[in-house]
């Protein structure tokens, strides 16, 4: 009996994921069950956001909240923000994510997580292959029960790799090539890390609403020139669970799960999919890129630095959605900055709406996004 080609293999996983799974409530991994403050400093390390409000216990004892507080993307090392479920045969890409937070995360907070599948909705153009796009919502509840945050993955699913890689038009001619990683000049260098000494949280100078105009600018903050290293920092920050195996334990999982796998040509043995992000080899075969790229759901949590800066300690983010717009590579920098939208009194809450965007060295926007911040509207209103 021969077995299945792709394509039925895709149209059943379709098909059962919208019979059974639409509506299931699934447990998800977690990763960081308690925000320890270790766990706290090692997340803002690999986010590259040293603000003290998380990383000092005596800087953050002295201000409003008492204590050490975790970035409101702290929540992505509890459970990384997105879920690969289902759907055989669909390679997985994160296209973006919305994020509510429902109070400050502090330190000793604990956390389950539940992750919510949403309806497909089917993205396949006439004679194109197909094109899924899957959500879902997870939920962190603390210690309490009380649901902490959200967040509204949004994957597409398709049978093309979507990396960027170079590709051939219909003609038959050559695509432009892809950008390739270039040493950036010594003055360059010299300016960025000059932009990135100035980069500094508002800290303890609230930030009052009634100050805040339409218009004004949230300062950028620049991460890169994106490495290896840095994507060992956010690996180790979120203690990501695709990447938290070695030596046999590692081989023996991926044997078992080959689904999570890909082979290194270099060696002939199983890798982690998690290494496309880290490896060349890996990123070709199954990104069809030819650099790694940053982790989409890593992206947006990049969003929360220049906010968490510019809203000082007193602020509290409320709300992010941000929209993938192209690629990360190594070697890119990019500069994540936007303005205030609108002010206004949303239940009892004095809020700035913020718009933002992402930009790489070759005024490329990569992303693109909005975020809710609550302030405090006098001295005698804490948000």
Known sequence: MSKPDISQIIERGL???RERMVGEVLSAP?????????????FAQGLGDLNPLWCDAQYASA???????APPAFLNAVCEGQAIVGLPGLIAFFVGARWEWNGVIRAGDSFTVDNELLPLADKTKPGQPVRVFQQGVLRYRDQRGEVAGSCRWDMMRSRVKLGGGKKKKPSGEAAPAVPQREPYSPEK????????????????QPRYWRDVAVGDEVPPVIKGPLSLSDMV???AGIAWHRAALAHGPKLMHLLDNPGLAYIDPASGAPEPIAMSHMEPAGARILMGSPLPMDVGFQRVAWFTHPVTNWMGDAGRLVS???????FVRFGDIVWLGG??????????????????????????????????????DSAAQPV
């Open 320 to 326: 992010l959605e941000v929209r993938l717009g192209g």
């Open 30 to 42: 977690v990763c960081q069950r308690v925000a320890t403050p270790e766990a706290i400093r090692q």
């Open 339 to 376: 303005r205030v939208a609108a002010k206004k009194h949303v239940g009892g809450q004095a809020v700035a709406d913020l718009e933002l965007q992402c930009t790489n060295q070759r005024g490329e926007e990569v992303a693109a996004g909005t975020a809710r911040v609550a302030l405090p």
């Open 15 to 17: 098909a059962k994921y």
């Open 63 to 69: 201000t409003g909240w008492g204590g050490v507080l």
């Open 189 to 204: 260098l010299a300016e960025i890390y000059e932009a990135i000494r100035t980069e500094k949280p508002r800290g303890a």
């Open 233 to 235: 920092a956010w690996a």
